[in-house]
Every structure is written in C-alpha cells, then in structure tokens.
C-alpha cells in the first residue's frame, strides 16, 4: 500500500502563488508514475500534470506556463507549484501515484490516492 499526504493548499488572491506537497512516506519502489489531479464542486477530476521516475513531466494544455509538477526523490515528496492563480483554479487538489514507469493524465489510471488539499482563490 502506498500512502500519500498532500499539504499546502489554502486561500490565495487571484494573482496569487502556491506550492503543493505530496508526501509519500516508505514509497521504496524503483519506478513511479505521479501526478497532481484537482477537482471543483460538480465537475469531473481533471488531471493537471503528471510525472515519472525517469524525470520526464506531462501537463494538461490548459494547466502548461503556470503549473509546474517536481520531485525531490530523497525525501519522497512530490511538489505542485502554482502560480497566477485565478478563481476558476479553486478546488480539492490530489495527488496520486501508480507504481509504473509511465503515465497518464486519466484519473482511472492512477490507483493511490491521498486525501486532497483545498485551494480557495478569491
């Protein structure tokens, strides 16, 4: 099992900048596939960016120039920052994580999931 704990969602002006964290605590596979999905009251989970363990990233193409997905490996943390925020990116934040070397931006691919952290932007 592989557990994920997000941190540092929060309220934030329009304009304004976040950075997310996705700890993964006794992740000790070699390879990874994670990614950052959000979700707004009444809309479907949107996959934002994802990245693998051989470094290569995949945004949305809506979510490319202001998002930007990373990894610090030694201390099994994943990482959203978040800048110009607007209101229209209010909503619950995931992180997510499959044990694979490639990955996708459909929710249904991924199979670990943490408990997601609120973004409010006024």
């Known amino acids: 099992h592989v557990q994920l704990v997000e941190s540092g969602g929060g309220s934030v002006q329009a304009g304004g900048s976040l950075r997310l964290s996705c700890a993964a605590p006794?992740?000790?596979?070699?390879?990874?596939?994670m990614g950052w999905f959000r979700q707004a009251p009444g809309k479907e989970r949107e996959g934002i960016a994802t990245?693998?363990?051989?470094?290569?990233?995949a945004y949305a193409e809506s979510m490319k120039g202001r998002f930007t997905i990373s990894v610090d490996n030694a201390k099994n943390t994943l990482y959203l920052q978040m800048n110009r925020l607007q209101p229209e990116d209010a909503a619950m934040y995931y992180c997510?994580?499959?044990?694979?070397?490639?990955?996708?931006?459909?929710?249904?691919?991924?199979?670990?999931w943490g408990q997601g952290t609120q973004v409010t932007v006024s």
């Open positions: 990245i693998v363990s051989d470094g290569d990233t």
């Open positions: 997510a994580a499959r044990v694979a070397s490639y990955c996708t931006l459909r929710p249904s691919d991924l199979n670990y």
């Open positions: 006794g992740y000790t596979y070699d390879t990874y596939c």
